[in-house]
T-cell receptor
Framework: TQLLEQSPQFLSIQEGENLTVYCNSSSVFSSLQWYRQEPGEGPVLLVTVVTGGEVKKLKRLTFQFGDARKDSSLHITAAQPGDTGLYLCAGAKAGGFKTIFGAGTRLFVKA | EAEVAQSPRYKITEKSQAVAFWCDPISGHATLYWYRQILGQGPELLVQ????????DSQLPKDRFSAERLKGVDSTLKIQPAELGDSAMYLC?????????????FGEGSRLTVL
């Protein structure tokens, strides 16, 4: 059974701090996505990583895919209150149709 | 910008009643997904369609849940009878490909409360 574990489950930080959240699995994925979800809304796609070791940057967000394509991290530099939300990682296996989600990391950035 | 449309946004019902949710995916997206998200958890796949065909419904409680996508465009998810444990956010998503890259575009969701 595929399982994506995210850590930490909850993170509360001050505006301006840096943070890293993790997504780990024992399975290999052909691609991995990060989504951000605000309360009462659907998840919004942030980024897709497909190559082992790949690093992608989206303004203050840096995403990395592990060399073995089993894990990923999201680093936020100088967090802002607008970064508050639930960050979900999701993985898709090669040739398969099913995308599975982790339980998410709930981030709260205090002004 | 094209969006996935869902309705209703909110539904309150009593247990044993029937409930239906509707989803209209982004035009041209062949793959449509229904996920259930319980508060504090990640989305869990209920059913996945490729055009009008079901490709995965292994996690759909078929004794009470049904889903259809008759013309390969919009879709309906039905629960009958609803139970207290069905209270959750029901998310519809679509994808322009066969799921190889796994990029999903979600609607705003339908929040169900069963009393």
């Amino acid at each position: 059974t595929q399982l994506l574990e995210q850590s930490p489950q909850f993170l509360s930080i001050q505006e301006g701090e840096n943070l890293t959240v993790y997504c780990n699995s024992s399975s290999v994925f052909s691609s991995l996505q990060w989504y951000r979800q605000e309360p009462g809304e659907g998840p919004v796609l942030l980024v897709t990583v497909v190559t082992g070791g790949e690093v992608k940057k989206l303004k203050r967000l840096t995403f990395q895919f592990g060399d073995a394509r089993k894990d990923s991290s999201l680093h936020i530099t100088a967090a802002q209150p607008g970064d508050t939300g639930l960050y979900l990682c999701a993985g898709a296996k090669a040739g398969g149709f099913k995308t599975i989600f982790g339980a998410g990391t709930r981030l709260f950035v205090k002004a | 910008e094209a969006e996935v449309a869902q309705s209703p946004r909110y539904k309150i019902t009593e247990k044993s009643q029937a409930v239906a949710f509707w989803c209209d995916p982004i035009s041209g997206h062949a793959t449509l997904y229904w996920y259930r998200q319980i508060l504090g958890q990640g989305p869990e796949l209920l059913v996945q369609f490729q055009d009008e065909s079901v490709v995965d419904d292994s996690q759909l409680p078929k004794d009470r849940f049904s889903a259809e996508r008759l013309k390969g465009v919009d879709s309906t998810l039905k629960i009958q009878p609803a139970e207290l444990g069905d209270s959750a956010m029901y998310l519809c998503a679509s994808s322009p490909n066969t799921g190889i890259t796994g990029e999903l575009f979600f609607g705003e969701g339908s929040r169900l409360t069963v009393l």
